[in-house]
């Protein structure tokens, strides 16, 4: 899907250069172990979102394909309304490019209210041991690797909402897997050292 125009909400806390420049506080305090050993795990979590509307995506690059090739100038004059004047033209289904703008911002604003948070937390170490011994074979060979995989791993880090493998697949099934992929790259990011991309 291509990049929109407007402001997602989700990239609204990204910090400014300015206090990103800031420096960062000194470490002074040394491990201690044995604290550390005693105490509940502590494992790496993410939220991510699942937009339950993917339908939309293709709607909404259709509308700045048309938008674009309208401001453009790029469509013959022979798909444009005779009605059009100046510099509005007009679409062969009658749409003025106000009018696509508008529906563009209202199917944006949908497909943004349909996204919903989702909780990953990394496997344990053990978790993390038996996951790459039952798929050692696969991991070994090249990718892309098999959804069943990928739905193993997402059912075992998913935490809010919980699913088994069969749900997570139920899913896959119902929003197609790149609804998924960005689940799935998050997952294995968390649960792989120095965040490796596996391509799919």
């Not at 809010?160 to 119902?174: C, D, G, I, M, Q």
């Amino acid at each position: 899907m291509t990049q929109h125009a407007e402001t997602d909400p989700m990239t609204a806390d990204i910090p400014s250069a300015a206090a990103a420049e800031q420096p960062e506080p000194a470490v002074t305090e040394y491990l201690d172990l044995d604290a550390v050993l005693s105490g509940a795990a502590i494992l790496a979590e993410r939220t991510e979102i699942l937009y339950t509307k993917p339908h939309l995506e293709a709607q909404l690059d259709a509308l700045d394909f048309e938008i674009q090739r309208l401001t453009s100038g790029a469509a013959p004059k022979s798909e444009l309304d005779e009605s059009a004047v100046g510099d509005s033209p007009v679409s062969a289904d009658g749409r003025s490019v106000e009018a696509l703008i508008e529906e563009r911002q209202a199917k944006r604003r949908e497909y943004i209210a349909s996204g919903r948070k989702v909780l990953l937390r990394q496997m344990n170490g053990d978790a993390w041991a038996e996951f790459e011994a039952k798929w050692k074979k696969e991991l070994a060979a090249k990718a892309p690797y098999p959804m069943a995989m990928w739905n193993e791993l997402l059912a075992a880090s998913l935490v809010s909402p919980a699913a088994s493998v069969e749900k997570v697949a139920a899913l896959r099934k119902k929003f197609g897997a790149p609804a998924l992929e960005k689940l799935a790259r998050s997952t294995w990011e968390m649960n792989t050292e120095g965040g490796v991309s596996v391509p799919f």
